[in-house]
T-cell receptor, first 113, second 113 residues
């Protein structure tokens, strides 16, 4: 079946602009995650959604970052008033449930100029 | 705070050699230990995983060894090939019901031809 997809694959934006990154998880997966990965670095957890439960937002670095998941499927990560330090690859992953591996999308490379 | 410590940070191995990457965790309440492989410009992909009731799992040239008493698990890549050159992440999935998985910091492997 189809894997996790993300769009756009690349995004270049000017400092101060807002951006929206989209994630389509694997059908039927109840959990959805967002991570940030700076060049050559590990995975920085941002937020996760599980079913209808309140999302765990503990990894969001500032209030400029927000995310929503509509209908338990597609998710959008929004970064307002982007800063140069927001430049990174933003990865989305989905999981079928508890104690299950995550399946990652290809990521969105964000460059803030 | 739960952590997974991964070593080494980088590794260079000759073609045909054995690559060994180690991870150690600090909390016993984990259900699942997956390893991910990431090529440049791509999202991480699940490589192999093990549950704590098993001491070893082998899939082709890839083997996970798990030492529950030492709270350590490792990835062995036998007959390493240049195509194995990638970044490898270990992870631990909590059994507490949280969906916030714990990732290691990654090991950059280079296999020389």
């Amino acid at each position: 079946g189809a894997g996790v997809s993300q769009s756009p694959s690349n995004k270049v934006t000017e400092k101060g602009k807002d951006v929206e990154l989209r994630c389509d998880p694997i059908s039927g997966h109840t959990a959805l995650y967002w991570y940030r990965q700076s060049l050559g670095q590990g995975l920085e957890f941002l937020i996760y959604f599980q079913g209808n439960s309140a999302p765990d937002k503990s990894g969001l670095p500032s209030d400029r970052f927000s995310a929503e998941r509509t209908g338990g499927s597609v998710s959008t990560l929004t970064i307002q008033r982007t800063q140069q330090e927001d430049s990174a690859v933003y990865l989305c992953a989905s999981s079928p449930g508890l104690a299950s591996e995550q399946y990652f999308g290809p990521g969105t490379r964000l460059t803030v100029t | 705070q739960q952590q997974v410590k991964q070593s080494p940070q980088s590794l260079i191995v000759q073609k045909g050699g054995i690559s060994i990457i180690n991870c150690a965790y600090e909390n016993t309440a984990f259900d699942y230990f997956p390893w991910y492989q990431q090529f440049p410009g791509k999202g991480p992909a699940l490589l192999i995983a093990i549950r704590p009731d098993v001491s070893e799992k082998k899939e082709g040239r890839f083997t996970i060894s798990f030492n529950k008493s030492a709270k350590q698990f490792s990835l062995h890549i036998m007959d390493s090939q240049p195509g194995d050159s990638a970044t490898y992440f270990c992870a631990a999935i909590p059994s507490s019901g949280t969906y916030k998985y714990i990732f290691g910091t990654g090991t950059r492997l280079k296999v020389l031809a």
